[in-house]
């Protein structure tokens, strides 16, 4: 019988699937059978595997046991469309699109079953299964219907992690809360807790450790230093809200004067902006998440990501007067599959993803090409060979990745097809369906000293940022400071 350990959490972006994807790869790396599973996420960064679509961490938590990617994996994925509605797919096949109450009223015990099915496939397989919890166990007002974190310990007869983050402060106060609002029979399966993101002193927190074990009974099994293994982000929490900006990728020691800065629209409802963590890990690369409002004047290339709902999040750069700023830019464009369909001249049968009922929608008019939505969507992973031109001039060989979306792009007029006679370009502009084109280094490799050399200065030589395995690294963090022993995971 597998072990299942449900690693769960006092909030959302506490850590969880850092813990997980550590816990993940160290198992497999001491030869254990491991495989993640999350019953239900809710994320519009996704993964084509061969089964459908997962959420990008339980893919993640995947490559980290050393098993291939599967819809059981995480069986159950609401990708939010914007309006209170979310996309719901179940087994990695879009079932339709529901409303909170319509979810839970008609489609949660069908989601259930979904995932006590795939939980069950993964237990005959492998030893352990180390389950993702989602947000907060303790939303008291979801109990009755908790897949990813109640439900989850109570079907598959888990240990239950707890983990919190004590740079947002109250880390104490939150474990303590999340024990007392918890139902009474998952709060004797809680084996113990971790709190994570600490800077500092570690004695320092001693006094506070035992008064909580005193109190509570349940162990303090780690503290685990604030560090970022380079994980992708599982989803928006991490970005800045609309209408706000941030930069990422600040700390690489390069003068701002030598550095170039890619603007990225926040997009209401952006989609896989995990495609731009590979840029942010560039040494003088900056990635600037900017309101649709934004000037483009300070930037040096422009990326535009994908989108849950590309014509609603068209329009609203479209209102925002967005692609008139677009069409003066003089630096390097490159559209990412939601971002590809906007930079085109329309998007035809509009209401079948749209909020309204318009049928034709005018795009940046900035590729000579035109999307046609149907009900029919593409999920798989795809090779391509790169003949670059335009903003990836100079690139040439395989390069890999996802495809994700609904519609159909067309040339409209003659342009460049750089990918196996896929996506389109002009000298300046490229756009593509293909999600992880910058984890690619010869595509990554193109746009960067491209944007350089636009910008007119000299690019890095190599990157310096990067500092080993992202998996490694995670599994060091819960392998040097986790107790596993009370989680029934020591003997393994």
């Known amino acids: 019988m597998a072990h299942t350990l449900l690693v769960a959490g006092t909030a959302s972006h506490v850590g969880k699937s850092t813990v997980a994807a550590g816990l993940c790869r160290y198992l497999a790396d001491c030869g254990v059978s491991v495989a993640p599973f999350k019953a239900q996420n809710m994320s519009n960064n996704a993964r084509a595997t061969p089964g459908g679509e997962v959420g990008v961490s339980q893919y993640v938590q995947a490559r980290a046991a050393g098993v291939a990617p599967s819809t059981d994996h995480n069986p159950v994925l ?25 979810y839970y009223d008609e489609h949660w015990g069908d989601a259930l079953d979904v995932a006590r099915a795939a939980h069950g496939r993964l237990t005959e397989s492998h030893d352990v299964i180390v389950a993702e919890g989602a947000g907060s166990i ?23 992690l707890l983990v919190a983050d004590i740079e947002r402060g109250g880390v104490f106060a939150s474990l303590v ?36 074990e005193d109190r509570t009974g349940v162990p303090v099994l780690g503290v685990l230093p604030y560090d970022d293994p380079g994980l992708p982000e599982e989803d928006s929490v991490a970005l800045p809200p609309v209408g706000e900006r941030s930069v990422v990728g600040a700390d690489d020691g390069v003068p701002g004067d030598e550095s170039i800065t890619v603007a990225v629209p926040r997009l209401p409802r952006i989609s896989n902006f995990t495609d731009l963590e590979p840029l942010a890990r560039e040494p003088g690369v900056r990635v600037a998440y900017v309101p649709p409002d934004a000037t483009l004047d300070e930037f040096d290339a422009v990326v535009l990501p994908g989108s849950k709902n ?40 509009a209401a079948i993803e749209g909020t309204g009922d318009t049928d034709r929608v005018e795009g940046l008019g900035l590729l000579p090409v035109t999307t046609e939505f149907s009900e029919s969507k593409t999920v798989e992973h795809v090779q391509r060979d790169l003949d670059g031109v335009g903003p990836l001039s100079g690139a040439s060989g395989t390069v890999e990745g996802y495809e994700i979306h609904m519609g159909d792009s067309t040339l409209t007029d003659e342009a460049a097809r750089p990918f196996d006679g896929d996506g389109a370009a002009t000298d300046s502009v490229l756009g593509t369906y293909l999600h992880d084109l910058f984890v690619n280094e010869i595509a990554r490799g193109a746009f960067v000293r491209n944007a350089f050399e636009s910008a007119g200065i000299d690019s890095p030589a190599a990157n310096e940022r990067e500092s080993g395995d992202p998996y490694e690294r995670a599994a060091g963090l819960v392998a040097d400071h986790v107790d596993l022993g009370p989680l029934g995971l020591a003997d393994w």
């Open 177 to 212: 809360g999340t024990l007392e609002l918890v139902p009474d029979d998952i709060r004797d399966q809680v084996a113990g807790a971790v709190i994570t993101k600490f800077r500092g002193d570690r004695s320092l927190l001693a006094p506070g450790i035992d008064e909580f």
């Open 78 to 102: 609401l990708k939010p469309r914007g309006d209170g509605e979310s996309q719901l797919i179940l087994d990695g096949e879009a079932v339709g699109h529901f409303e909170a109450r319509g």
């Open 138 to 160: 303790a939303e008291i007002n979801l109990h009755d219907r908790d897949l990813a974190n109640v439900e989850t310990a109570r079907f598959a007869d888990a240990d239950v």
């Open 310 to 349: 590309t014509v609603d999040d068209l329009l609203a750069l479209t209102n925002a007067g967005f692609g008139d700023r677009l069409q003066s830019f003089d630096g390097p464009v490159v559209g990412l599959c939601g971002g590809y369909q906007m930079l085109g001249e329309a998007i035809t049968n």
